[in-house]
């Protein structure tokens, strides 16, 4: 079975950072493509970073700036280092994985998702 066990979320002030991980099993995230997506409530999924397999992600502007994707493959992990935020980033984070998927960051591309994890931007 492939899981993705995304972590790393928390309340941290305005103007904070916070490095969120997600970790796979059953399959080598190196071989897909990968995207970053977060959701607020009453808001619908928003893509931040995605790459197609092999490449460098790109970014949406909701990201640009402030967000950076790293992996560590040993780890079998990706990395989503999150700066200078705002209380709007406030959302459950989420990271996704599909062999197929686009850099245009749309959620119904992807097939395996994480189970999120929450982001608290205090004011």
């Known amino acids: 079975d492939v899981q993705l066990q995304a972590s790393g979320g928390g309340l941290v002030q305005a103007g904070g950072s916070l490095r969120l991980s997600c970790t796979a099993s059953?399959?080598?995230?190196?071989?897909?493509?990968v995207g970053w997506f977060r959701q607020a409530p009453g808001k619908e999924r928003e893509g931040l970073s995605c790459?197609?397999?092999?490449?460098?992600?790109d970014y949406t502007d909701s990201a640009k700036g402030r967000f950076t994707t790293s992996s560590d493959s040993a780890k079998n992990t990706v990395y989503l280092q999150m700066n200078s935020l705002k209380p709007e980033d406030t959302a459950v984070y989420y990271c996704?994985?599909?062999?197929?998927?686009?850099?245009?960051?749309?959620?119904?591309?992807?097939?395996?998702w994480g189970q999120g994890t929450l982001v608290t931007v205090s004011s």
């Open positions: 996704a994985a599909d062999y197929y998927s686009s850099t245009y960051c749309l959620p119904e591309e992807y097939d395996y």
């Open positions: 059953g399959l080598i995230l190196d071989d897909y493509g």
């Open positions: 790459s197609t397999r092999g490449y460098t992600p």
